[in-house]
């Protein structure tokens, strides 16, 4: 019943599909599903959020008020799926106020540097709610939400590697400016599967692509256990400079195909990033 509910709610927040393209696509239960939103909901604060824009009924149209909805969603969404494609934990409250700590830790903290196309959106949403009547600070704070994403994963190892959260998102962080990781995401997420086999292509690729920051910040630290988290990634790539340097250039290359970005140009730039793990 409990299970029921929650993935009622996810349907009602994320969209009537939402659960079934998880379960089908991850391979895991409904129970499994609505588990993992639970956790997502309540690690994200995503509650708060919501109540924050459904009162602003008196002053943004419903549109400004979807859009503004729509990073907060993602956020949920991206950490549904994350707890959904592992087993969960046997104490879902332990978990829950381990990652929600992390996430408060590093809430304010962790650097808004998204690519340009998607920060002119960012700013142009902003723009629009704030000439509305909306708070700039909760505004920019409710559209950065996405940037948040990895918090889970930060705290998976530094809990395993008896690492501070602090370090372990400079790493994180360090990853994302050295490895063009957020543009290939844009990318990846701009082309327009067909059919269902595609779409789940799609998102391997873009679960695949969240994957390696986690592999590279991890190996970087277990490499160089003695140094910050950050200095341990530069070290790591500075070791992988030609892998690196292909990455740059095939999103380069890309970029400069007039053609629109395919599945297979994301595979092949995806092969390269993998170099940067062996």
Not at 24 to 36: E, I, P, R, T, Y
Not at 70 to 77: A, E
Not at 96 to 104: N, Q, V
Not at 112 to 121: F, L, M, Y
Request: hydrophobic letters at 40%; charged letters at 30%.
């Amino acid at each position: 019943l409990i299970a029921a509910l929650l993935a009622n709610d996810r349907s009602n927040r994320l969209g009537i599909t939402s659960v079934s393209r998880t379960v089908h696509q991850l391979g895991c239960s409904v129970g499994q599903v609505a588990g993992a939103y639970w956790l997502a909901r309540q690690v994200s604060g995503a509650a708060g959020d919501w109540e924050c824009i459904e009162g602003m009924d008196d002053i943004l149209a419903p549109g400004l008020q979807r859009q503004l909805k729509r990073p907060v969603d993602l956020l949920v969404g991206s950490y549904t799926r994350r707890y959904a494609s592992r087993r969960l934990p046997d104490d879902l409250q332990a978990r829950i106020e381990r990652d929600r700590s992390a996430f408060l830790e590093l809430e304010d903290v962790w650097p808004s540097d998204p690519p340009h196309g998607v920060a002119v959106e960012r700013r142009d949403l902003v723009s629009a709610v704030v000439d509305a009547g909306v708070d700039r600070d909760v505004a920019e704070r409710l559209v950065s939400r996405p940037d948040l994403v990895y918090v889970p994963d930060v705290a998976d190892i530094a809990a395993e590697r008896e690492r501070s959260v602090q370090q372990v998102a400079a790493a994180f962080i360090e990853v994302g400016r050295e490895l063009p990781l957020e543009q290939l995401r844009v990318k990846i997420n701009a082309t327009s599967p067909e059919g269902r086999w595609q779409q789940w292509e799609q998102k391997t690729l873009l679960d695949e692509l969240h994957s390696v920051r986690r592999l590279v910040a991890r190996q970087a630290m277990d490499a160089a256990p003695d140094l910050d988290g950050g200095d341990a990634v530069g070290r790591l790539l500075d070791d992988r400079t030609q892998q690196v340097e292909r990455i740059w250039s095939l999103l380069a290359a890309m970029s400069e195909d007039e053609d629109t970005t395919d599945l297979a140009q994301a595979s092949v730039t995806m092969s390269a990033l993998r170099g940067v793990l062996e």
